[in-house]
């Protein structure tokens, strides 16, 4: 069974630091892109990072442009680092694989999902 396990949410206080990870099960993701997604109550999910198969191409949502970065291992393993942290970032946060190899903020592209981790800042 194809699994994304998503850990290292927690509480934090605003300013501060999180680090997700993503591991994958059942299978690598070594080909596909990989995205981060999050969805905070009351809301839709939306489209956090995403990153090539091989790391050379990069997106971010504006929201968190110059605070987070997405990174990745060749085994398909995939990494947020998120600084700066704002009470606005409170939210569930999911890792996802698309079946393709570049990447994209369109939830449609991707067919493999974690079940999320919650991250909650502190004001």
């Known amino acids: 069974q194809v699994q994304l396990a998503e850990s290292g949410g927690g509480l934090v206080q605003a300013g501060g630091s999180l680090r997700l990870s993503c591991a994958a099960s059942?299978?690598?993701?070594?080909?596909?892109?990989l995205g981060w997604f999050r969805q905070a109550p009351g809301k839709e999910r939306e489209f956090v990072a995403a990153?090539?198969?091989?790391?050379?191409?990069i997106y971010y949502a504006d929201s968190v442009k110059g605070r987070f970065t997405v990174s990745r291992t060749n085994a398909g393993n995939t990494y947020l680092q998120m600084n700066s942290l704002k009470p606005d970032d409170t939210a569930v946060y999911y890792c996802?694989?698309?079946?393709?190899?570049?990447?994209?903020?369109?939830?449609?592209?991707?067919?493999?999902w974690g079940q999320g981790t919650q991250v909650t800042v502190s004001s």
């Open positions: 990153i090539s198969w091989r790391g050379g191409l």
């Open positions: 059942g299978r690598t993701f070594s080909n596909n892109a």
């Open positions: 996802a694989a698309t079946n393709i190899d570049y990447p994209s903020s369109d939830s449609t592209a991707y067919g493999f």
